[in-house]
């Protein structure tokens, strides 16, 4: 396989950039996430790529659950800050205010504009990512007008 051609193919599929957050107990885990997409509509089901050895995808593991806040189009500065390790402060997650998920307890990014909630259901460990299939339980929209951010629209890449 040409690698080139590969990374090319790849990276033409098209992602939006999201928050996913995790918990287990009183730990909580925060990501920048793209590779994530609908899978059903009945039941709502979702698959989210996590890094294998992120506290994210432990979180989600352990736990069964996570939560996704969706990035607006002008949000790339609050996205940023989930590409780096989780602090907790307070009310705060990686210095963006969060308030927990009535189903799940993971953390909302408040100043998104939509968010869902999820109970995996199946997880596949293979790779440098673990995919983990997830029934929708709740979801939620703050600002319904707002694009949501693509990761082509950030010149930034991942995958390939």
Request: glycine fraction near 12%; charged fraction near 20%.
């Amino acid at each position: 396989m040409d690698p080139d051609a590969k990374k090319k193919a790849l990276r033409s599929i098209n992602y939006g950039l999201h928050v996913l957050t995790s918990r287990d107990g009183d730990e909580y885990s925060a990501a920048g996430v793209n590779w994530l997409s609908q899978a059903s509509f009945e039941p709502p089901l979702v698959m989210a790529a996590i890094r294998a050895d992120s506290g994210a995808a432990a979180h989600a593991t352990a736990s069964g659950v996570f939560a996704v806040s969706v990035l607006g189009r002008d949000q790339l500065e609050v996205g940023k800050a989930f590409f780096r390790s989780t602090t907790v402060d307070g009310d705060t997650i990686n210095g963006q205010r969060f308030e927990p998920g009535p189903e799940t307890g993971c953390p909302l990014i408040v100043e998104l504009p939509y968010w869902f909630e999820a109970r995996v259901t199946d997880t596949v460990s293979r790779g440098d990512h673990r995919i983990f299939v997830a029934e929708v339980v709740n979801a939620g929209v703050r600002d319904g007008a707002g694009d949501p951010l693509l990761l082509r629209d950030t010149g930034m890449n991942y995958g390939g």
